[in-house]
């Protein structure tokens, strides 16, 4: 394989990735804090956070990756480049990792405790949430900076971010696999409440109509409203898409790094593993296309707030021609 002609293929996708990242979570983004309606719902603030996240990786991780590979840049500085692309990568993938748990943990609660919901997480406390769930992200990744007891092969490192196996371990489990498993059973939980709900309804509505003048004791069953349930099985798609472009990734790691004899010392410094890592990396960072433009697609209130955004633009535009 053409060592040369395979980096500027890394370097062309990593660019143009970066570019549609960007260019569609600063379009959500801007749409939803432009309409007070999406602005103001407290679930908003775990859907921004977790967008935002996102546009980190298009604005800062992804072209520092491609710098990073075309190595067009004064050796000295190749220290600071190596550490500006582990750090910014660990950040944003665990923090992708942690903010889809958010937003399970609010759909749960929006499922649950539908009655009280608005009153359990309001806007402040999610920004309190978000804040410390970024505090928590930020000092577990900048552990590798801290030149504790390491392997050969990390002191002989060039980068001053180096991660050890055990934090390595720790971070796959306890940021990745676990939030993995705990979104699974939210969202298993939630599914099964929503079923549940449906079926109480329907048994409801069908002894109303066979008995219109019969007033039923106790009324209609206290559920999550509409939205909510359009809300919830919209973020259940988006977190199988999450689920989708991560499991490669948890996967394969979390064999290099528990069982690294799993494969040969030459496969490590082979093409194949190149190859391998290359796409796992790249089938990662698709989630910051596909779950926004699926939240996009399917939010009834997006796509209203979306309408109403371009024809203000487009009136503003026609202002300015005019003038």
Known sequence: MDKELFTNFI???????SILITLVNVICITVI???????????????????????????????????????D???????????AWRLSYMLTFYGTCINV????????????????????????????????????????????????????????SKCNYNQPKQWTIFMLMANTVVPFLLVTLIYAYIIQILRQTSSTLQKVNSIRNETPRKKIKGGQPK???????????????????????????????????????????EFYVSDTESLITFFIKYITFFDAVLAPIIYCHQSRDFRRAFRDFRARIMRNWYAFGKQ
């Open 101 to 156: 748990l958010l937003v399970a943990v609010d759909r749960y609660v929006a499922t649950k405790y539908a009655m009280s919901a608005k009153i359990v997480l309001t806007t402040k406390r999610c920004r309190i949430i978000c804040a410390v769930a970024w505090i928590y992200i930020t000092a577990l990744c900048l552990i590798p900076f801290i030149p504790l007891e390491r392997s050969r092969s990390l002191k002989t």
């Open 11 to 17: 370097i062309y996708i990593a660019v143009t990735l």
């Open 73 to 83: 840049y004064p050796l000295d500085l190749y220290p600071f480049v190596c550490d």
């Open 33 to 71: 804090l432009a309409c007070p309606k999406l602005r103001q719902k407290p679930p908003m603030v775990f859907i921004v956070n977790l967008l935002a996240t996102h546009l980190l990786q298009g604005v800062f991780v992804l072209p520092i990756y491609a710098v990073k590979k075309s190595k």
């Open 223 to 265: 559920t999550s409203s509409p939205i909510n349930k359009k809300l919830t099985w919209l973020t259940i798609k988006i977190t199988l898409t999450y689920g989708v472009t991560w499991l490669p990734s948890i996967v394969y790691y979390n064999i290099v790094t528990i069982a690294p004899d799993t494969f040969s010392a």
